[in-house]
């Protein structure tokens, strides 16, 4: 399947996360793996605590290609508690993945290849 405007799709997407995406460090456990051009935002979530009173939750949101989340060789699903480390202005920001509300800790989102969403808060620097 496929065809020149999958390639094209496939050609502007990497070119997006390789000047958008930044490094990261992925950890569960005492297992680690560096990974490049991983596209990360900041996203708000509101959560309903059902009596009509709205708290907003800010998450550390990240795209990964799931063929590049592995640790020792071996693909992997996200899954809570992993830590992923990024740098930002000069210091290690610790994010723990973690569900967002209404949501799991990870979600599939590639169109045109398979691609992970990973939800993640802030747990301390380094």
């Known amino acids: 399947m496929g065809g ?4 094209d799709w496939n050609a502007s997407d990497d070119l997006f996360a390789e000047a958008f995406g930044g490094a990261v460090t992925i ?6 793996e560096s990974l490049s051009d991983v596209e990360a935002t900041n996203q708000d979530y509101d959560v ?3 009596d009509g009173n709205i708290t907003v939750l800010r998450l550390r949101d990240y795209i990964f290609d799931v063929a590049d989340y592995a640790f020792a060789g071996t693909t992997t699903t996200p899954r809570e ?3 992923v480390k990024e740098d930002i202005g000069g210091t290690t920001h610790v994010f723990e993945i973690t569900p967002a509300p209404g949501r799991p800790c990870a979600e599939w989102v590639g169109t045109q290849r398979p691609q992970w969403k990973v ?7 380094e």
Not at 4 to 7: G, L, Q, V, Y
Not at 119 to 125: I, Q, R, Y
């Open 4 to 7: 020149a405007f999958d390639d």
């Open 27 to 32: 950890h569960r456990g005492p297992l680690s």
């Open 48 to 50: 309903d605590d059902l």
């Open 81 to 83: 508690g992993d830590l």
């Open 119 to 125: 939800h993640a808060k802030l747990v301390g620097t």
